[in-house]
């Protein structure tokens, strides 16, 4: 049985946070830990692309990446994954993350794309580099990217 | 934002820290005054870091803010000492405008608005994924297409000869090197040739309604309440994924050169270097995706016109006007100072606009100088302009390229909250076909600049001059 979905916008909006940006589409997180940080980083891809509730559990995908900056894993991690979305037609409701060393193994949890169930929310062309923010804060992890749509 | 009044359309970012010459911005006092605060004066600053830069950082009046480059930004750099920036270039490789005519008169498509609506929302895919317009294409033919551009189109009859010499360098930029995109751009668009995507972009079905200048109108094949179509659309996803990966790939490299950039996204390495050749043909191999693209976007619109109106061919007359790209970087000679130098022209969000006389231009078109086109926000109007001698001298050949986004994305969604902004559209006579209601949202009107503020700037700088104004009936929206 696939898990039903059950999640809002309002869970979404703990998650992450849309921010201003005139031409282009910006988000901010945060998060107890850096292993959290890149999970809510990749479900904050998928809410912006479809309407995560319609999203249902059913197949596992992995995705790996590495790279010596956090900057760089954040933007490798979510170019990575809309890949996924864009070339394979995968699109996930929930992930979970395994740091090891400079590399991230993602695993997302989700179901093949079908713009009749999935309420599709605009494209997004790529991640950008402009103002990308990965960092380690007394509060916690925080990060800010912005995307091309 | 330290700016200097230069004249009632021209202002000077003075040169100052890190940047190699002033920036200048083409805008009205009014302009101005919304800008002063916007990061978008801040990125033309950033841009004039670029070594190798020359004359100046240009910023035209629809600039907004961007990611490294504002968008509606011009920076030429020398061929030779110059740095290549696939953000001065961006995400939508020669995103671009593509302007038919037919032989129809808005009266007599008018009963029928709703059936071409559909036809060409039927016939051309747009939104997410959008695919399928024609067969698949292999890789093999997906790097003829990045090879050739239009002219791949022309062999699969999806074009003639004379819609090739009315594209900017004839739907096919030299030098491109299909075999440096990588498979997996390739993949993402392999089944995007003839798609709209979604976003900003869009089919425009409109009706001359303002003539300016009628011997260059005659010369365009133009005339009052003549039914046109304007196509604004890219390189889709091979295209996003070309910059993409030759972005990782030079800001991983910039420091080889010790190249130091105020902004990641600005990233360059010189064009001289492997990495910037290799941009560049890769560059000019998405680019000619582009080309193709709407050239069988336009071919398609065709078809849909025949099949919705029940005309021939003749009938329809359907002919470009012209297709210009807004995103690229180019190699072109212009006067620096007193001397005449090769730059390589970065123009994000800009569009070129040679002047009369130009040897680059078409025969028929070259007495009257370059069609530009403008499209506007969906509900008022888009513009037909042609290029002025002074672009030469002063904007290296180039001029605006849309209205200019007003709002963000956000602003504009919660602005449209609770309102049908079909049935609004419909009052102003527009006709929406769109896939999404979040797309008609974030591209409302409102959510604009009005484009004719912009090419009016344009026109007092005397860089490009109005032609025709087209009134938007029927919009297909990804």
Known sequence: MPTRPTTTQSEDATLFREFEHTGDLGIELTAPTRGELFRRAAIALAALLVERASVAEIERREVAVEAEADLDLMHDLLTELLVLFTVEGFIWRDASVKEVDRSLRVTLRGEPFDPARHPFRGEIKAVTYHQLVVENSPDGWRSRVIFDV | ?478
Request: glycine share 10%; hydrophobic share 40%; aromatic share 6%.
């Open chain 2, 1 to 478: 934002m330290d700016l200097i009044k230069l004249n009632d359309h021209l202002w000077e970012i003075p040169q100052t820290g890190a940047m190699l010459v002033p920036g200048r911005v083409y805008a009205n006092a009014r302009m101005i005054e919304e800008m002063r605060d916007d990061p978008a004066l801040t990125q033309v600053a950033n841009v004039a870091c670029l070594p190798g830069i020359v004359g100046y950082s240009l910023a035209m009046p629809d600039i907004h803010w961007g990611y490294g480059f504002p968008i509606g930004g011009v920076a030429a750099v020398d061929a030779r000492e110059g740095v290549i920036s696939p953000g001065g270039v961006g995400y939508d490789i020669n995103c671009g405008v593509r302007l038919a005519r037919t032989n129809l008169h808005f009266n007599s498509v008018e009963p029928k608005i709703d059936r071409l609506a559909d036809a060409l929302f039927n016939t051309i895919p747009a939104g997410v994924g959008s695919w399928g317009a024609i067969p698949g294409l292999s890789i093999g033919q997906l790097k003829d297409v990045a090879r050739e551009g239009a002219r791949w189109a022309l062999r699969n009859g999806y074009a003639n000869e004379r819609d090739l010499e009315h594209t900017e360098e004839g739907g096919m930029l030299a030098g491109a090197d299909p075999d440096l995109i990588s498979e997996r751009a390739y993949q993402r668009g392999s089944k995007q040739l003839g798609t709209l995507g979604s976003g900003n972009h869009f089919l425009e079905v409109s009706r001359v309604d303002e003539i300016y200048d009628s011997k260059v109108a005659d010369a365009l094949g133009l005339e009052l309440g003549q039914v046109t179509v304007l196509i604004h659309s890219g390189s889709r996803g091979l295209g996003h994924q070309t910059c993409d990966d030759y972005l990782k790939l030079i800001v991983r490299a910039m420091a080889r050169y010790e190249i130091k950039l105020p902004d990641r996204q600005l990233a360059a390495v010189p064009i001289s270097s492997p990495e910037g050749k290799a941009y560049l043909a890769a560059m000019a191999a998405a680019a000619n995706f582009a080309w193709c693209n709407r050239q069988v976007m336009m071919h398609l619109a065709e078809q849909a016109f025949l099949q919705a109106l029940s005309i021939t061919p003749k009938e329809l007359s359907f002919e470009l006007v012209y297709d210009v790209c807004h995103n690229i970087a180019k190699f072109e000679e212009h006067s620096v100072g007193r001397h005449q130098q090769l730059v390589c022209v970065h123009r994000k969000g800009a569009t070129r606009a040679f002047g009369p006389g130009h040897p680059a231009l078409p025969e028929a078109l070259r007495p009257i100088g370059q069609p530009v086109l403008i499209p506007g926000d969906m509900g008022r109007y888009s513009f037909v302009l042609v290029g002025l001698e002074t672009a030469m001298r002063e904007t290296f050949g180039s001029s605006c390229h849309g209205a200019g986004r007003l709002m963000s994305r956000m602003k504009a969604k919660r602005e449209a909250a609770g309102r049908d902004l079909r049935a609004e559209l419909n009052a102003l006579g527009v006709t929406v076909r769109a896939h999404t209601r979040a797309g008609i949202a974030e591209e409302m009107p409102h959510a604009y600049k009005d484009v004719a503020e912009v090419v009016q700037v344009m026109e007092a700088a005397r860089i490009t001059r109005r032609v025709a104004r087209l009134k938007p009936f029927a919009v297909i929206k990804g």
